[in-house]
């Protein structure tokens, strides 16, 4: 990490197999970040996550994220790249068979953690962060999508991030829970870790002011204002 500087994307090409879909993208994400990212369907706003996420290779350009070079990221890279980003989708992806401290603990022995009362403390502090702490024994039927989105959210903290990538965090939400959860990313945020939220949400992007870019015509803009 150069700094404060968390994402860098230089002169980027992000392709879609051999479909260019965003030319020559330059971005810069720092500590504590809190940014919006909208454009229309199709516009690449999945496919600019992805290559955070190392799910979409750079092949053209320099790109870093989290202290790896995203050019030069080795398949088994990929996993050690992916705990200091935590991931937050539309779909909850809940394991809906366990309970919200056998999810966590999952994604925790998964990524190495051995030690039980070390995962069980972890798991408290990141349900803690989220509000959910009394929901340990729930099964993720028993919360309501809102409270589903906070234990994907406590879920993304486990390995302490340096950034969080949302892409439609609020998409099956109503207003008012949206708006919770955008707070407690908002919260996130301003505790250090760097937070992107891709949504189509105008409403709720005039409640939180920040900084906005855009997917649009292949190209991504810095800086836009929304009606
Ligand atoms: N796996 C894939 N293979 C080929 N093309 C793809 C793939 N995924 C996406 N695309 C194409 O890449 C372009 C950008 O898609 P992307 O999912 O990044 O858009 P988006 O802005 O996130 O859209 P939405 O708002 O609908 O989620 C689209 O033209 C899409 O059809």
């Given at each position: ?169 609020t998409?099956?939400?109503?207003p008012d829970t949206s708006e919770e959860i955008v707070l ?20 709720i992007?005039?409640t939180f ?19």
């Amino acid at each position: 990490m150069i700094g404060n500087s968390i994402i860098k994307l230089n002169n980027v090409d992000i392709f879609q197999q051999k479909h260019l879909v965003l030319s020559n993208v330059n971005l810069h994400i720092d500590k504590g970040d809190f940014v919006w990212l909208i454009g229309q369907t199709g516009s690449g706003k999945s496919s600019l996550l992805k290559i955070i996420y190392g799910d979409l290779a750079v092949t053209s350009g320099t790109g870093h994220a989290c202290g790896y070079e995203l050019s030069k990221l080795a398949s088994k890279e990929i996993p050690y790249l992916r705990r200091k980003l935590g991931i937050v989708f539309q779909d909850f992806q809940l394991l809906t068979d366990r309970s919200v401290e056998q999810n966590l603990q999952f994604v925790l022995r998964a990524t190495g953690w051995t030690d039980k009362q070390g995962i069980a403390d972890r798991i408290l502090d990141c349900l803690e962060k989220v509000g959910l702490r009394s929901k340990l024994k729930k099964m993720p039927h028993e919360l309501s999508g809102g409270e589903q989105q906070r234990v994907v959210i406590a879920r993304a903290l486990l390995n302490n991030p340096e950034i969080i990538l949302a892409d439609e965090p609020t998409g099956n939400l109503d207003p008012d829970t949206s708006e919770e959860i955008v707070l407690l990313l908002k919260q996130i945020s301003q505790m250090g870790t760097a937070v992107v939220i891709a949504t189509h949400d105008y409403h709720i992007i005039r409640t939180f002011p920040s900084r906005i870019i855009k997917c649009e015509n292949g190209k991504v803009l810095e800086d836009v204002q929304i009606a």
